[in-house]
């Protein structure tokens, strides 16, 4: 997989030389290459940004700068944009555009973006980049995304680019060293959090490490396990509960709960009102 990252600060991404990304770059699993933004402008002080049309605080991110990179780094338009068109023989790339007014970014997204054989990221900072970027990349028939981490404001793209860069990175064939740990997890993220890890020693600090784990009782940890994750998503994460497939869940699933103040009414779980 290629990955090209546009950025002012080329230097935030050093991160990902390391751990299990760096070594999937190392090994040529993941092409993965920085640019800086500054490269492609023109004037003496290398302006990136402007001030906005309409008034207002900060300042956009220029259209002709960034248009410029995409030029360079998209692979020519696969159909210039008209879909009645001969496709070339050309993949359009997916190009990503970290913003806290995005999608709210998944493990769905993940997922998606590792199938890719071309991310472009395009880190913003100021206000943002001008919309006709985006317009524009669409227009010429690559994917674009336009994603957020979560609910809360950065100072630029950057960070958000090493949280979705590690998320699908970590998801290309042979870069996590035991598939079976992508197994486990796929079963956590089919809709509850994960139950809580023991290891050595049995007691530490006068915390004992629950039992049954010492048990070798594998039907008991298995349930216990499950009761765990129960719990900590009804606690945790409502949200998630509300969305569970109730075809899925066993009666001891229910039983558990029920406990928790959970019911089936109509095929949904739905908290019991009190
Ligand atoms: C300017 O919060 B964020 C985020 C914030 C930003 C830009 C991109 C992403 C660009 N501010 O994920």
């Known amino acids: 997989m290629r990955v090209d990252v546009v950025t002012i600060f080329p230097d935030y991404l050093a991160a990902l030389d390391l751990s ?5 770059r190392r090994s040529g699993l993941l092409d993965l290459r920085v640019h800086d933004l500054r490269d492609w402008t023109t004037d003496r002080h290398r302006t990136v940004d402007d001030t906005p049309f309409g008034g207002g605080a900060g300042m956009v991110m220029r259209p002709d700068v960034w248009g410029r990179a995409l030029d360079d780094l998209l692979p020519a338009a696969p159909d210039g944009g008209h879909a009645d068109r001969e496709p070339a023989h050309v993949e359009p790339a997916h190009l990503v555009v970290p913003t ?16 890719e054989s071309h991310v472009v990221v395009a880190c913003g900072r100021y206000e943002g980049i001008d919309a006709r970027v985006a317009e524009h990349a669409r227009a010429a028939g690559h994917r674009v ?130």
């Open 145 to 274: 995304s336009e994603l957020s981490i979560g609910d809360y404001v950065l100072n630029g793209g950057e960070v958000a680019a090493l949280v979705m860069i590690e998320a699908f990175g970590r998801l290309l064939p042979g870069v996590v060293g035991n598939p079976h740990s992508l197994v486990e997890e796929s079963h956590g993220s089919a809709g509850l959090l994960e139950y809580p890890v023991y290891t050595k020693p049995p007691l530490w600090e006068g915390h004992e490490v629950p039992e049954v784990l010492l048990s070798g009782h594998h039907a008991r940890i298995e349930r216990w396990r499950r009761d765990q994750a129960l719990a900590r998503t009804a606690a945790r994460r409502p949200d998630m509960v509300a969305e569970l497939d109730v075809d899925g869940l066993d009666k001891a699933d229910l039983a558990v709960l029920a406990e928790l103040g959970w019911r089936v009414d109509d095929g949904r779980l739905r908290p019991v009102a009190e």
């Open 20 to 24: 299990l990304v760096g070594k999937a």
């Open 100 to 115: 806290p007014s995005g999608e709210v970014f998944t493990q769905r997204h993940a997922e998606a973006l590792a199938t």
